[in-house]
Structures are given as C-alpha cells and as structure tokens.
C-alpha cells in the first residue's frame, strides 16, 4: 500500500492521473471476481495490479519531452522495482516477452531439467579454479540439471547469440564481490560457448593490464565489439587507513566514499551491475569496533546496520549524480544464500554430501537484513535500478556450493575432510550463476531497445 501512496504523491499531474489510476483501480479490483484469476492467490493478485498501476504511474512521472533523447523512444526499463521487469512502453513486445512485465521472476522454484548446461562443465578456461569443481573433482553432476520455474510465467532459455547482438559494441560491468564475480564468470563462460572461434574472446591487455592492482578484469568478444568487465569493490565504498596514536596504519572503511577504481572506469559502461554483501559479515566489519570512518572521523563502535545504510547511502548519490541514465542501465543483485552446517566458514562450517536442492518449497531461509537497507535505498534513488532479487532462488540451492571442491584433491588431499575450510557461499560454474544470467538475459530482452548504439571505444 505505500507503493500505492507514493504513486498518487509522485505524479506530476495529480488532479488528471488520480481519476485515470482509481478508475483502473476499480476496474481491477471487479476483476478479482472473475474466473480467469481464480488459480492465483490474492497476494499475487493485488502485487499483479499494483505493478499495473505503477507502470501507469511511470508514464506519467517520466521526465518530460523537453528533456528525453532519441534512445527514450524505445522500451526501456522503468523506475525501481525489486521485482519485475518494468517498461515504459511494452507495444513492440510479444506476448511471451510483455508476460514477463507483470511477473515476479524471482519468485519460483526449481525444476528437473536434463538438458545440457550452456556450457560444459571443465572446458571454459575462463573459470577459476576455485569455482570449478568439475576439475576439482567433484564426482555428482545433478545440481547443474536444475532450472530456475518462475511462478506465473515462462523465462526464455538463454541465448548466447542473440545476447551478444544485443550487446554488440557495448560495455558491461560488473562491480563488487566475488559473488559478482562468480556471476561475471559465468556471464562470460555461458556468452563464449556459443562462439564458432572462441579465439574470438580474450582478456584486456596491454595499457590496461596494470588496472589489475585494483581489482580490473575484463574480456573483450572481438567480432562483437562488446567488453564483459569486472571491478572488485566488495563494499563499494573505499577501503581506507589511518595512523593510530602510536603512529601505527590501522585499516579503515570510508562510508562516505565511493571506491576511487569504480569512478575511473564506469563512464562509458551501458549496463553496470551492482553487488554487496558478504564482506559485512566477517567479524571486523560486523563488530565495527574503530573500523567504520566518516570525514576524520573514526567510530569507536558502530553498528554494522547503521554503516552499511551509510554506505548505500553513498552509493546510491554518487550513482544518481554520476550516472545518466538515458545511456547505462544500472542492475544492482541481492544477496547469495550462504549454507554452512555446524559452524562458520573459519569455525568447521561445512556443506559437503549435498547433491539436490531443498525439496519442501514451504521452506524459507532467513531474509538477509542487508536487502531490506537496499530495497529501502534503491526506493528513494531518482536513478532507475533493477533489483535482482536472488535471496530466494538460493535459498534453496544447499546442493550448488563448491564446499571441499574449491581445492583439486592434490591440494585437499582424498582422505578425512576434518579441518579444511569448505566454501558454501560461492557457486561450482557451471551451475546456480548461470540462472541468474538467464534473467538477466530476460531482462534485457525486454529492455533491448534502451540500450543506447554508440561503438565501445577506449576502456578508460
């Protein structure tokens, strides 16, 4: 409801729009008797006709003609939402394309799929070891034969061909942990497979090499004009240092400063891809005992909530004062399911043994409080941001964890895995990444007409 409210408050026409919203209001809540909707339950009814009224909403509100550009024409992604896919004008969709509009995508569950992976798994060189647990030795393959079943609608298989075309001379960047960069991974994998010449494919080098001492990656699809990038930023904000009384370096986080790398390299990006999580639960940032810093300001003791809204806080500004959004699409994806028993990942935590998804679809893990701060954040931004609300999809996924396979089994050793560290936070490739590619692959089928034509030029 106070996505309701906000809608009639944030017209720019209020006196015209609130009689044309109430009348589909009207309309919509008769149509809650009808048949046809009779399978649905209420709560993803009223979500369906709210998502509705705030498509209308965006029409209204959208800037106005004075101010769009020739690319505004085209369907483009609309205003915040952490969970559909929104247009401003859906008339030159199909109908399996306009369906996804109106559907949670992120609400769903997994289904048994024994088609192929769209790569396989052991031949992308491109996987780091960590995350390839086929060459790690992992001897189960049915976590890869799961697909991702939205409730309420059908997602188109991926398609490498038809993303690179879409993606042809444009920038994509991924920035923050190694959550993204499992995704970014996968992105890259999943896109060269579908190539005849995987030659074709090939690191940045050259006056770019030296941007690896601050966390730059980047592969280049030569045929395509197209760069798929990476920037760590584990917490998007800057990592810092101050000197203590005694006259020691003692490390800090700036949560009133974006990470210095992030403004270098985004201004010619068409799609930037947002993450940040993990880092805030490991036990520095989480006690926040002289770590969090503001301006000269070093908190004593700081709640790790309060700095992380901070954080996003900075984020978010330097996103909507830096950012245009008529020519970059900005995605921003929500936090990975961890899944470790008995402990910690440094206290014995393990994952070990899984090889299938939760089956009870009842089952709910906990909601991370880190992506209500998000979701409240990226509601007040002016900048459009789609909201990649994976929380739920991993809930699920005990199975899809790298755990003892991080290490091949020369470095683990084959005997008692008693004492290693498991990895039950990051994802084996192929694998549970690839389904967060496919709807970002949905995505951008709905939105390929905002992607700004402009050749990718220099990486700087």
């Not at 996003?312 to 899944?339: C, E, M, P, Q």
Request: with cysteine.
């Amino acid at each position: 409801m106070a996505n309701l409210k906000n809608l009639f408050l944030s017209t720019k026409h209020p006196s015209t729009t609130q009689i044309f919203l109430t009348s589909i209001f009207f309309i919509s809540l008769f149509l809650l008797s009808s048949s046809s909707l009779s399978d649905f339950s209420p709560s993803l009814i009223v979500s369906s006709f709210t998502s509705r009224l705030l498509t209308a909403a965006n029409f209204f509100s959208s800037p106005s003609s004075s101010t769009s550009t020739a690319s505004d024409t085209n369907t483009l992604l609309s205003s915040v939402s952490p969970r559909r896919i929104g247009v401003k004008n859906d008339s030159k969709l199909d109908s399996a394309t306009k369906e996804l509009t109106s559907c949670d995508i992120f609400d769903g569950t997994w289904v048994f799929d024994d088609s192929e992976p769209v790569y396989s798994p052991g031949y992308c060189p491109f996987v780091e070891d960590k995350f390839n647990c086929y060459k790690n030795g992992r001897p189960d393959s049915g976590f890869l034969h799961h697909r991702w079943k939205p409730h309420g609608c059908s997602i188109p298989r991926f398609n490498g061909k038809k993303m690179l075309q879409m993606l042809r001379g444009k920038r994509l960047v991924f920035v923050g942990d190694s959550l993204n960069r499992n995704m970014w991974e996968s992105l890259v994998c999943s896109l060269r497979s579908t190539l005849e010449d995987k030659n074709g494919v090939f690191k940045v080098s050259g006056k770019q090499s030296n941007l690896q001492n601050e966390g730059f990656y980047g592969f280049r699809f030569k045929d395509f004009e197209c760069s798929i990038d990476f920037i760590k930023s584990p917490f998007l904000v800057q990592e810092s240092e101050v000197l203590d009384v005694y006259g020691k370096k003692r490390e800090t986080l700036r949560l009133d400063m974006i990470q210095r790398s992030i403004t270098k390299i985004y201004k010619n990006a068409d799609i930037v891809i947002f993450n940040t999580g993990h880092w805030w639960t490991h036990q520095k940032t989480y006690e926040g005992k002289g770590y969090f810093q503001e301006g000269n300001r070093v908190y004593e003791r700081l709640e790790v909530k309060e700095a992380y809204t901070k954080a996003l806080h900075t984020w978010a500004d330097w996103v909507d004062s830096n950012i245009n959004s008529t020519k970059t699409r900005v995605f921003f994806v929500g936090y990975s399911s961890s899944h470790f028993r008995k402990g910690a990942w440094n206290m014995g935590g393990r994952c070990d043994g899984e090889t299938k998804p939760i089956q009870n679809k009842t089952y709910t893990g906990v909601y991370p409080w880190m992506m209500k701060v998000v979701e409240s954040v990226i509601s007040d931004m002016k900048t459009p941001v789609f909201y990649m609300n994976i929380t739920k999809m991993t809930w699920y996924r005990t199975d899809g964890h790298p755990s003892v396979y991080r290490q091949p089994v020369e470095v683990r050793g084959s005997s008692s895995v008693a004492g290693m560290f498991q990895d039950c936070s990051h994802w084996c490739l192929p694998g549970v990444p690839d389904s967060w590619n496919q709807l970002l692959y949905a995505t951008l089928l709905v939105s390929r007409g905002s992607l700004p034509d402009k050749s990718l030029g220099t990486l700087l």
